[in-house]
């Protein structure tokens, strides 16, 4: 399957996207590890995390998926039932990468480029079943723009879900979870775990520095911002 970060898209197989990584690692240590991974490795390293993540028993506190069914569901766990969407109709200013809504020009809970690395998902009209990552809205113009061509240009038919995106802190731990595996000791600590060497020890170990990270995702809340 190919790498795929768009946020509760059917395939998507990542919750961070090599660009993202990329930035992170600028500006925090591992910088020279991550900048020496070729994009496979990356891509690799950074599905294999999210995957990591989804498996273990207690991430999400056993909450459903927003899109847990078909036709719609998603591919990995996040977001959740309870992540913060907008549900509407693409009203104006038509094109194949934007559409208005009013409902996207509500300045007490959106601002501009709030809702950048979200994603909308067309549920009914043209484009039914397409999902797209958002690149920015415009509170101003009530508008939303995505990274690339919807199939059709969307019109007055086409009713939308716009998921918020992920909060910065998960996205991160995710990053520091993947440069973890591309230097090999999460497999060291999880083969330590198969033979018995930490006693008690949960197959789906989950590093300290990723937990403390994102306490919220082993708790009772879920990470995921509406503002």
């Not at 056993?62 to 990995?76: D, I, M, N, V």
């Not at 309870?82 to 693409?90: K, L, R, S, V």
């Not at 809504?101 to 909308?120: C, F, M, P, Q």
């Amino acid at each position: 399957m190919a790498f795929n970060a768009i946020l509760s898209s059917w395939d998507q197989n990542s919750y961070v996207s090599v660009e993202y990584a990329d930035a992170y690692f600028l500006e925090n240590m591992g910088r020279q590890q991550w900048s020496d991974l070729d994009i496979e490795f990356k891509q690799g390293s950074l599905t294999q995390a999210s995957r990591l993540l989804d498996s273990n028993p207690t991430f999400g506190n056993a909450k459903l998926s927003l899109f847990g069914s078909l036709p719609y569901k998603q591919g990995l766990r996040l977001p959740l039932s309870d992540n913060t969407t907008i549900a509407g109709t693409a009203d104006s200013g038509l094109t194949q990468k934007s559409f208005d809504d009013s409902l996207l020009g509500n300045s007490e809970t959106l601002r501009n480029n709030l809702l950048v690395g979200g994603a909308i998902r067309i549920t009914a009209g043209v484009n039914i079943n397409e999902v797209q990552e958002i690149a920015s809205n415009d509170v101003s113009a009530s508008s939303v723009t995505v990274i690339e061509d919807w199939g059709a240009v969307p019109d007055n038919t086409s009713v939308y879900t716009l998921i918020y995106p992920l909060e910065d802190n998960f996205k991160n731990a995710v990053c520091e979870f993947a440069l973890e595996i591309a230097k090999g000791q999460y497999g060291e600590v999880q083969e330590a775990i198969g033979s018995g060497a930490v006693p008690g020890a949960n197959v789906t170990f989950i590093p300290a520095r990723v937990r403390w990270m994102i306490p919220e995702m082993f708790g009772t809340q879920i990470g995921i911002s509406s503002l």
